[in-house]
């Protein structure tokens, strides 16, 4: 990186060296399919010019694509994983949250999906509401500050920030289809999502 003019960035070293390359794929939805990538070996051993673009403090560094996302992916130098927006939004703290996620939806591929992605109303109430559910449990690998995984024997839930916009939304998996129902049924009730 350095005979491009840039400083080597640890987070891109570690995606590069332990990720480019990959592809992840559910295995229920394989549509939902994401290519991770960097730097081509050919790029490094040919000095080609890093595609980058400084905002700010930071470089930002296109990391692979999605199938069916309508979404640009940037590695951000401090190990964020970024959409393109105006301006640059973080989705995840890192790419290893971005792959626990897709190797937890692997575990429960047949767990029934809600097709909704819900507007999370109120923050508070939904804080309030998952402190009274003892039963739901903070997924750690799978949640950091942009994202929030919670599970029971019979649903998954999940904050996450919308992408390409303002806010929270909520997703939810039941191990039946009444399951994940009854648990959108109950946020709809206490005015929670919309």
């Known amino acids: ?38 730097f ?20 930002y560094f296109p990391c692979g694509e999605h199938l069916t996302a309508q979404f640009n992916f940037a590695l951000c130098d401090n ?24 190797a937890l939806r692997d575990v429960y591929k047949d767990w029934f999906e809600l097709p909704y992605y819900y507007n999370l109303e109120k923050a508070d109430l939904f804080e309030n509401y998952i402190q009274t559910k003892s039963y739901l449990k903070l997924i750690a690998e799978c949640s950091d500050e942009f994202n929030q995984w919670l599970i029971s024997d019979t649903c998954i839930l999940v904050k996450a920030v919308w992408w390409g916009d303002e806010g929270w939304s909520i997703h939810i998996f039941g191990r039946t289809e009444k399951d994940a129902k009854s648990v959108a049924d109950e946020l709809h009730n206490e005015r929670i999502i919309k």
């Open 1 to 38: 990186m350095k005979s491009c003019g840039l400083p080597s960035f640890e987070a891109l070293l570690d995606f590069q060296s332990n990720y480019s390359g990959y592809h992840l794929t559910h295995a229920s939805k394989v549509s939902d399919s994401y290519i991770l990538k960097l």
């Open 79 to 102: 190990g964020n994983l970024c959409i393109y927006d105006e301006p640059m939004q973080v989705i995840k703290s890192s790419i290893e949250t971005f792959i626990e996620q897709y």
């Open 40 to 59: 081509s070996k050919k790029d490094l051993l040919l000095l080609r010019a890093i595609d980058c673009e400084k905002i700010g403090e930071h470089y």
